[in-house]
């Protein structure tokens, strides 16, 4: 769903050889995965579980495989998304996903914020409190769980602009278009092990 090629670049700018696949066992075989994505929520999910990957995913992740989503791709690690009715997602951290109501809020949320809080995290290494980070999106996270927020950012309300739980991360912002930062947490994600 969506901004493979900038993430596959951004990934490589980071040290890494990305393989962009569409095949369920490639999943299974990979090293760590990283789901982008930007659309709608059950779009995605209809299009992960047609292709089997929900599955591959699930199998990759209980393997103990290091696992980053951004944008939608954090959104479908949760249990359920609110977005254009009720779907389901990956469950792989308790929560939903809902769209922002503020009144007088711009929605989609577009452009740079900071984000702030949380205890350290091998994702965030070196990365300062307060650093700024590219976001475009409708719709933010709720954790069932406080301690799977690793980062909140403020827009009209707090959200948790990262989520992780033991070796699952994501990231509501886009790395591959926040600059310095961004290559740093993806150059992170490459070393954890």
């Not at 103990?64 to 690690?77: A, R, S, V």
């Not at 406080?146 to 994501?170: L, M, Q």
Request: hydrophobic share 35%; aromatic share 10%.
């Amino acid at each position: 769903m969506g901004n493979l090629r900038s993430v596959e670049k951004a990934v490589e700018a980071a040290g890494g050889r990305p393989l962009i696949t569409g095949d369920p066992d490639v999943v299974r075989r990979g090293e760590r995965l990283i789901l982008p994505g930007v659309g709608a929520f059950g779009d995605a999910m209809h299009n992960l579980k047609s292709r089997h990957m929900d599955d591959a995913i699930r199998q990759a992740v209980n393997a103990g495989k290091p696992f980053l989503g951004l944008c939608l791709g954090l959104q479908l690690l949760f249990t359920q998304s609110d977005e254009f009715g009720s779907h389901e997602g990956l469950n792989l951290i308790p929560g939903k996903v809902r769209r922002f109501d503020d009144p007088g809020l711009r929605v989609p949320h577009v452009g740079w914020n900071q984000i702030e809080g949380g205890q350290p995290n091998p994702l965030l290494k070196d990365i300062p409190e307060g650093s700024y980070f590219y976001f475009v999106h409708s719709y933010y996270v709720e954790p069932d769980r406080a301690e799977d927020v690793v980062r909140w950012t403020n827009y009209g309300r707090r959200f948790c602009s990262i989520a992780g739980r033991d070796h699952v991360w994501g990231a509501q912002f886009h790395p591959e278009k926040s600059q310095d930062s961004g290559k740093k947490l993806l150059r992170n994600f490459l070393a954890i092990r």
